[in-house]
């Protein structure tokens, strides 16, 4: 397997120092074994549908190696929002479907009674005043015709709800929006061996923040930064992951001690916190492609 790692990163290691890009890897073996590895690239946002000719190429002057960290975790999500449509909504399912909207119960009547002075003059007034003749009708009615007292009625519909003890459906039901936009993160330690391993550490953390700001496009304007390719590699199972931005990149140096290397005084610890989110929300197509 390595051998064969070898023969795909050899080639484009050769292009490393040319203008615009790294080619960084942290341990420095990090793609020349048989463990798993998250291999980064970056390239200009596309926000393309992530379908069969979708595929962001590899850009080989500009990536980045690390070692795959614990407890990465994928949170599928999807966004509910919560709707009343009240006398109102009770009405139109009735003309939807097709059903008598007059075959309401005296309980039902005093409810809508017992509604705002708004819900009575729209969604409810016809159909209490109509429905039920008698001494709760003419209840109803006499709500009806407070409407324009404003606060008055609605005092008059709370106490009459009081002594009814009955109260108006709001007719509540969870209604989709749209699925989740995700976030990912990724927590890396590095602890350097030598001066190599050292100097890529400083470089990886560069190379994040550096594709997470924008470029100047003029006075008043920017360019997007840089968007992302994520890869596990050498694990099976894992879902694909789409384009991202990168949202925060924390380092902390030495953590935990006031160390450095002798040469240069590099710190012997890094952290380093990634959070991505994606460029935009996935769908179940999306899903039988393996993300």
Known sequence: ?????????????????????????????VDQTDDPFVLFTKHKAQYNTRG???????????????????AFSIND????????TGVAGGAAAAL?????????????????????????????????GSAVPGRVGGIVGGILGAVGAGSVAQAAAQEYNKRAQVAVN???F???KSPGMRNFSFNFRFIPDDEGESRAAEEIVKWFRRGMYPTAAGQYSFNF???????????????????????SCNV???????????????????????????LQPITRENINEGF
């Not at 390595?2 to 073996?29: C, H, M, T, W």
């Open 1 to 29: 397997m390595a051998d064969f790692l070898n023969r795909i990163f050899d080639p484009v290691r050769q292009e490393a120092n040319k203008p615009g890009g790294i080619i960084s890897r942290y341990p420095n073996s």
């Open 52 to 70: 069969g000719n979708s595929r962001v190429d590899l850009i080989t002057t500009d990536h980045v190696s690390l070692y795959m960290p614990m």
């Open 77 to 84: 999500n999807a966004v509910f929002e919560t709707a009343a």
């Open 96 to 128: 939807i479907s097709g059903t008598n909207p007059a075959n309401v119960t005296q309980a039902d009547v005093t409810a809508i009674a017992m509604n705002s002075a708004e819900s009575l003059g729209t969604a409810a007034g016809g159909l209490a």
């Open 170 to 172: 709001p007719r509540e």
């Open 174 to 176: 969870m209604l989709y």
């Open 225 to 247: 930064p840089d968007a992302f390719q994520i890869e596990i590699k050498n694990m099976d199972g894992m879902p694909k992951l789409p384009e991202v931005f990168l949202e």
């Open 252 to 278: 902390s140096f030495n953590p935990n001690s006031m160390s450095y290397f002798k040469q240069g005084n590099r710190p012997v610890e890094i952290v380093m916190a990634l959070a991505f989110k994606e």
